[in-house]
């Protein structure tokens, strides 16, 4: 420790005096009244206008354990190092995490929310830092802090602002004044005293019990640029002054755990539970190795590639929620449960590390999602995508809701044998494009036979059921001397343009007599 500030100096070198004491904080923000369990989490993006899947992964496991704890969780924007536009980003994240079910506990009591709005609670801590000597005023230029980085780089020192390079740790009032008289603005630094010869003990909820060295550097707490908190510090008093029982966030804040529980418990402040969670990995398509999703390399690495191409949000959580929750499959397969939602995720099952994201998985979540949905929810699901991300084709397909809904009936009256086939909201309606006049690309490659064509037109009837209209095929045929096959096989070239289609009894039901004829004609 160093000799305290006093409250005049405090205020110059925070450029005002602080807001609150520490006293003051603690009953503006006091625990809150939740059962003993209950967990309070946070997801805390910076915005960028860019959500990546890691960031869904992490909100889902955020999300799922305060709800099913009976807690509450937080949205956080971390705003205090991006000059762009934050609003625009922030209703992305907020949208886009709605649409997976995720919805923020944000209470006003404990907001703002947006550390950009929160100066006044850092520069309180950190007055109250500077008054106990456990922080202090720093004057050094970027070009001194340079000349020590390359200093430490060639003595084969580590690099930092610690120990004996941490030239202003020791300064007295009188310098301080000369500098700030000087005009100059101090960035406002830890006063370390860890030892990296010591070690820290501390327990991860999914890495179990971890030493890491002691941290010793005078980190920023903060910045003289606009007075805004590093990370560090921010991480500090918002979940310490949110309340946050447990932080979830990437495997890359491992490192900093050491500095972060060395703040807690030098504010004497309760620890939160660490969750530090996986990356996400995919096997390369090139190299056929596991590897990290890349934001540059690979579009799925985007929230937003799965709302445009319409997969089913549900899917997705169901997906994320069996990596992150080893053994949900199984549950749910054997019918223990029906969502993830319904899961009891247990934090120490977590994976601790590469969980894999491949898209031949989704698929088959997808599938199987679509494969259990009821038609109008389906219809509504497709609708919707269409309407919010579709072009016109799409807006066009949609439109007409009676006609859709019939089109997309084929195969689900029968639940043992429902189709699989619809992926995405905007593949089933890619597959279901020859429905539409507009859309329909007649197969003119195809060897029709036109006698056989020909002679189903002369006694079609649309009200025939299903037996009687098979019969007159089979009568075609034996007519004909082809096989039953051959002649559904031209009608459904001639009505879908395609040699693979679902129920051909139901297309034609679907499609009606006037479509029918039509398309048998011109086929002819
Ligand atoms: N803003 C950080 C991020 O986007 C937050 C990390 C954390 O959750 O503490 O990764």
Redesign the pocket.
Known sequence: MRPGLSEDLIARVLGAAPKYTLAELEEKFPPRELPEDAMVT?????PTGYMHLG?LY?SLIDYKLAQQSGGIFLLRI?DTDTKREVKEAVDLIISSLNKFGIKNNNDEKYGPYYQSQRKDIYHSVAAELLRRGRAYPCFLTQEEMDEIRENQKSAGFATGIYGEFARDRDISAEDIIKHLDNGETPTIRLYSTGDPTKRIIFKDTVRGSISVPENNEDIVLIKSTDRLPT?HFA?LCD?HFMRVTH????E??FGTVALHIQMFRMMEWQLPKYIHTATLDKIDEETGTQRKLSKRKDPENNVAFFLQDGWPTDALVEYLGNILAPGYEEAKLKGAVKTFWDYELRPKKIPMSGGLFDMKKLEWWAKEYIGAMSVPDLVKSVTDWANEYGDEKQKMQVADSDYLTAVLAIERDNPKRVRKDFITWKQTLEIEEFFWDELFVPNTEYAYNKDVLNAFLSNFNIADDKDTWWNKIVAIAEKFGVKNGDVAMNLRVALSGRTNTPDLYSIMQVMGETRVINRVKNAI
Do not use: L, M, T
Request: glycine content about 12%; proline content about 6%; hydrophobic content about 25%.
């Open positions: 946070r997801f805390a993006p910076s960031g992490s971390e990370y991480h979940d932080v979830v966030r990437g890359e804040y």
